[in-house]
Structures are given as structure tokens and as C-alpha cells.
């Protein structure tokens, strides 16, 4: 079992910057990836960015060039560090763990963006 507790999300001006940290409840040693989705009201959750056990990294279209995903492995925590924000980066951001065998959610972090 897997827990994950995110926090850093809120209230930002566009063109500001936010960093999202997601907390694991074991070493992430052990987990294959781990990745940040967001999903926006009325619409379907969708991926941010991953990465692996190995550190290659994965970006949406969307946030290439603004998102960095990093992982702190004696913390065993996952960031992602957002800039440039735009009000359509508005959504609630979920941390995600993936295993052998399961998947693991966070309860999520509401991030808004104000024009």
C-alpha cells in the first residue's frame, strides 16, 4: 500500500510559478513511476508529467517548456515545478504512484490561476 499526500497547490497571478510536492508513504525505489495529473472541472483527468524509477522524464504538450518534474529519493518525494502559469493550468493536481502492480492516487491540490 501506497500513500501519497501532495501540497504547495493555490492561488497564483498567471505568469507566476508554483512547486507541487508529493510526499510517498514508502522509498520510491520501489515504485516503477511517478507522475502528476490534473483534472479540470467537466473534464477528464489527464497526465502533467511523469517520471521513472530510472529519471526519464515525460511531458504534455501543454506544459513543455514551462513544468519540471523532479524526484528527491531520500525524501522520497516527487515535485513539479510549474512557471508561467495560465488560468486554463487551473484544475485539481493529482500525484500519482505506479507499481508492479497497482495503482496509487493522492488525494489531490486544488491549483487556481487568475487572470
Known amino acids: 500500500q501506497v500513500q501519497l499526500v501532495e501540497s504547495g497547490g493555490g492561488l497564483v497571478q498567471a505568469g507566476g510559478s508554483l512547486r507541487l510536492s508529493c510526499a510517498a508513504s514508502?522509498?520510491?525505489?520501489?515504485?516503477?513511476?511517478m507522475g502528476w495529473y490534473r483534472q479540470a472541472p467537466g473534464k477528464q483527468r489527464e497526465l502533467v508529467a511523469d517520471?521513472?524509477?530510472?529519471?526519464?522524464?515525460n511531458y504534455a504538450d501543454f506544459v513543455k517548456g514551462r513544468v519540471t518534474i523532479s524526484r528527491d529519493n531520500a525524501k522520497n518525494t516527487v515535485y513539479l515545478h510549474m512557471n508561467s502559469l495560465k488560468p486554463e493550468d487551473t484544475a485539481v493536481y493529482y500525484c500519482?504512484?505506479?507499481?508492479?502492480?497497482?495503482?496509487?492516487w493522492g488525494q489531490g491540490t486544488q491549483v487556481t490561476v487568475s487572470s
Open positions: 500519482h504512484a505506479k507499481t508492479q502492480f497497482y495503482n496509487y
Open positions: 514508502v522509498s520510491i525505489f520501489s515504485i516503477n513511476a
Open positions: 517520471i521513472s524509477r530510472g529519471d526519464n522524464t
